[in-house]
């Protein structure tokens, strides 16, 4: 069956660090997400992917980044952790047109000290 | 500003009992409109979704509603099972791109004995 997977599932870094967020798909879909869910908030944008070679900036992009090299992987980098990035990171898929379903990872619980 | 808000933000029913979960959305234009459970410590799964044209829909022990004049949903759970307690999510899709999707913050519901 197909899956889309996030690796570490739960990860402890201190402030500073650079860190990195893995996200596979095996759906085959072009189109590609990271979101993170804090308490309070519902998911918010971080970035996204049209396809190999696209990334575009979503609505909290700052301190992150992203690379689409194939299909089947984005992961997001966080540069410099900070204490603000701690949160729990969602990846998602989903096939083209309006109505297709996304598709979500297991989350990353990051934590940043 | 496109917003999804949802209520209650949490609920305590008794296993058995039914309950209904509502969303309200100011997104334009307006394409579609799906229901997400998010169990704890996993990633959203989608319920079912709903169209402009779309009045009602059945998802075995849930159903969706939705009134586009008053830019409404509501997802009613029958008959709850314990297995029933989790977040549910109101996502709201509008025509502008697969980016401009908008999530509702959740009701957290629980079903107890």
């Known amino acids: 069956d197909a899956e889309i997977t996030q690796s570490p599932r739960h990860k402890i870094t201190e402030t500073g660090r650079q860190v990195t967020l893995a996200c596979h798909q095996t759906?085959?879909?072009?189109?590609m997400f990271w979101y993170r869910q804090d308490l309070g908030h519902g998911l918010r944008l971080i970035h996204y992917?049209?396809?190999?070679?696209?990334?575009n900036k979503g609505e909290v992009s700052d301190g992150y980044s992203v690379s689409r090299s194939n299909t089947e992987d984005l992961p997001l980098t966080l540069e410099s952790a900070a204490s603000s990035q701690t949160s729990v990171y969602f990846c998602?898929?989903?096939?083209?047109?309006?109505?297709?379903?996304?598709?979500f990872g297991e989350g990353s619980r990051l934590t940043v000290l | 500003k496109n917003q999804v808000e949802q209520s209650p933000q949490s609920l305590i029913i008794l296993e058995g009992k039914n309950c209904t979960l509502q969303?309200?959305?100011?997104?334009?234009?307006?394409?579609?409109l799906r229901w997400y459970k998010q169990d704890t410590g996993r990633g959203p799964v989608s319920l079912t979704i709903?169209?402009?044209?779309?009045n009602t829909k059945s998802n075995g022990r849930y159903t969706a509603t939705l009134d586009a004049d008053t830019k409404q949903s509501s997802l009613h759970i029958t008959a709850s099972q314990l297995s029933d307690s989790a977040s549910y999510i109101c996502?709201?899709?509008?025509?502008?791109?697969?980016?401009?999707?908008?999530f509702g913050i959740g009701t957290k519901l629980q079903v107890i004995p």
């Open positions: 709903m169209t402009f044209s779309e």
């Open positions: 996502v709201v899709m509008n025509s502008g791109g697969y980016q401009k999707v908008t």
């Open positions: 759906w085959n879909h072009n189109n």
């Open positions: 969303c309200n959305y100011t997104v334009s234009p307006f394409s579609n």
């Open positions: 992917s049209y396809g190999v070679h696209d990334t």
């Open positions: 998602a898929s989903r096939q083209g047109g309006l109505t297709g379903e996304l598709f």
